[in-house]
């Protein structure tokens, strides 16, 4: 009954209601399916998280959205557009952006210098070998305004080596946000961090969503159920559910799929 | 301030040096400086390991040589056609090998700089196994004669300087920014929207140009171009002499050059010897002073104003 609901919602809903979209889309790694036949629509202006059991197919869904991989079968739609073909760099200059499990900062070159690079992106000068830094010092500002968003206004002449953890991923974010991305995949924000770290990302997620659609791959259940309003749960490379937090943790399927994550839920 | 005047006191004593030391073995030094900033160019602010980079000091040897063999044409447009072959040259390297990273980068440019190798080898115009012979060093600008060593001393100067100058603001243009940052993560660069082969295809090009720039000027000096300029032992010598001056500092490499061509030269009388000796110092460079002379002194300035 919910399939044929499914198959309705697709063909009925227009496209332009959901900022990411995919269609049938599956993976397989020498005949193996580590993602089969996923529909998944990530309302505009939503926070979605994507969760299951370990080797549910979530990053490997994750890289197939932000063209990592490419999909052996189905297609991708950013905001009703089919990017299914379109490369990495493309879908940035989209709007689609990602971050990374592991900090993707670069380690060498200050905070600063770091979110520059990213506004670099669209201001068309970074061919430029023969002009001195100076010729984008336009872009300071901004830099400095997002780094003081996520709270590294002090540390603008460190480099991002020298930070702790949980501020490379505040840089990470402020990096992510000088793109000003209209669709945000987080992968696992919280990964590897402490308490005492989570809390003030989960927090400046929840403020950088606001006009922006975000899409979370995470573990951490408390922080899903504090962002995110819908929830699609995977399990062997397929969806199991979808639907709210409360729903999603109420569902016999899910506790099931869990076992030893029940205490968590 | 302080770095300006100590540019100052560099420059100075660069333009006082002829008188104290035989003028030949400071343009050689000058040439690898060239050469080994073009390839920390390419390793340390790109990432970048190319091992064949004597392709691009070599085949501008025999051009920019050919050209003035051939032609009238003042020395400084020769030096620069040879420059500007190189980058050609590059260009097409780096349209072969761009994808390709690491280990793998490696090996395809040792495999194309053995190939251009033996082309050379078995060209015409360049003299095969005797090498070229008497390269004339024309006029300057068509008007100066800069035959005497201790004249042509100052030519080489100027194009090292703006080399090296090239060099410092390529490192530090908006263009350098985004080429470090490929360096550090370029998966991350993608995910920014860049694409960053296009990035290295000019680095790979820029770098190229300027080693060829290098290989020009030294056969000017000697007025000679052979095959050992486009030798592996040359591609694998400026790797040492970035190493020991300092990857990823714009002084190292000169450091390195100088290091190294002083290293042979004391060395060369004890024969086979000093390629051990070479090795054993390369060793220890490696093991000991991992970033490189300049490296491990910057590091220690660093450590004591910390303090």
């Known amino acids: ?265 | 301030m302080n770095r300006l005047l100590l540019i100052g006191l560099l420059l100075i004593v660069a333009i006082a040096a002829p008188f104290f030391v035989y003028p030949v073995l400071l343009m050689t030094v000058l040439c690898f400086v060239i050469f080994a900033s073009s390839f920390n160019l390419l390793l340390g602010y790109a990432g970048l390991l190319c091992f064949g980079h004597a392709m691009f000091f070599g085949t501008a040897a025999y051009i920019t040589g050919y050209v003035l063999k051939t032609t009238p044409i003042s020395i400084e447009i020769a030096i620069l056609g040879g420059a500007l072959f190189s980058a050609a040259i590059g260009y097409g390297v780096a349209l072969v090998s761009v994808r390709r990273s690491g280990i793998q980068f490696a090996m395809i440019t040792l495999a194309i700089s053995q190939f251009i190798y033996f082309v050379l080898l078995q060209s015409e115009f360049t003299g095969g196994e005797d090498g070229m012979q008497r390269i004339p060093r024309n006029d300057l600008f068509g008007v100066i004669d800069v035959a005497d060593n201790n004249a042509y001393y100052y030519v080489v100067l100027a194009f090292a300087v703006a080399a090296v100058a090239l060099v410092y603001r390529i490192v530090h243009s908006p263009y350098g920014e985004v080429l470090k940052a490929i360096r550090d993560n370029e998966p991350r660069v993608e995910s920014l929207g860049f694409r960053p082969e296009r990035y290295k295809v000019l680095a790979i090009t820029l770098s190229a140009g300027l080693a060829g720039l290098g290989g020009a000027l030294k056969a000017t000096v000697f007025q000679f171009a052979t095959l050992t300029d486009v030798s592996w032992t040359v591609s694998g010598e400026v790797i040492l002499m970035t190493l020991m001056g300092g990857l990823g500092t714009l002084v190292g490499p000169m450091v390195g050059a100088g290091l190294v061509i002083w290293m042979n030269d004391e060395l060369s009388q004890f024969g086979e010897w000093s390629l051990i000796a070479q090795g054993a110092i390369l060793l220890l460079v490696i093991i000991f002073f991992r970033r490189g002379v300049v490296g491990e002194v910057q590091n220690l300035v660093r450590l004591v104003r910390s303090r």
């Open chain 1, 1 to 265: 009954m919910s399939a044929i609901m499914d198959t309705a919602q697709i063909d009925t809903t227009s496209a332009q209601d959901y900022a990411l979209e995919t269609r049938d889309l599956g993976k397989s790694f020498a005949g193996f399916y580590a993602v089969k036949g996923v529909n998944l629509q990530v309302r505009r202006g939503s926070v979605h998280a994507l969760i299951g059991p370990n080797g549910a197919g979530k990053t490997t869904c994750f890289n197939l959205l932000t063209k990592t991989l490419s999909p052996t079968t189905g297609k991708v739609f950013l905001e009703g557009r089919d990017i299914t073909r379109l490369r990495t760099a493309q879908v940035a200059k989209l709007g689609l952006v990602r971050s990374f499990q592991i900090s993707a900062t670069f380690p060498h070159l200050t905070c600063l210098e770091n979110v520059r690079v990213a506004l670099q992106s669209d201001y068309g000068k970074s061919f430029r070998f023969w002009s001195p830094i100076s010729a984008v010092s336009e872009l300071n500002a901004r830099a400095v305004e997002l780094l003081e968003r996520v709270g590294l206004a002090n540390a603008l002449d460190l480099t991002a080596a020298e930070l702790s953890y949980g501020k490379k991923r505040a840089l990470e974010i402020a990096t992510t946000l000088a793109l000003d991305p209209k669709v945000l995949l987080l992968d696992e924000p919280t990964a590897g961090m402490g308490h005492e770290d989570i809390e003030p990302i989960t927090k400046m997620i929840s403020e950088v969503s606001d006009g922006r659609t975000i899409l979370i791959v995470e573990h951490n259940l408390s922080v899903v159920a504090t962002l995110c309003e819908r929830i699609t749960v995977l399990q062997h490379g397929e969806v199991l559910t979808e639907g709210t937090y409360d729903e999603v943790a109420n569902d016999p399927d899910v506790i099931t799929a869990y076992m030893g994550g029940v205490d968590e839920l």
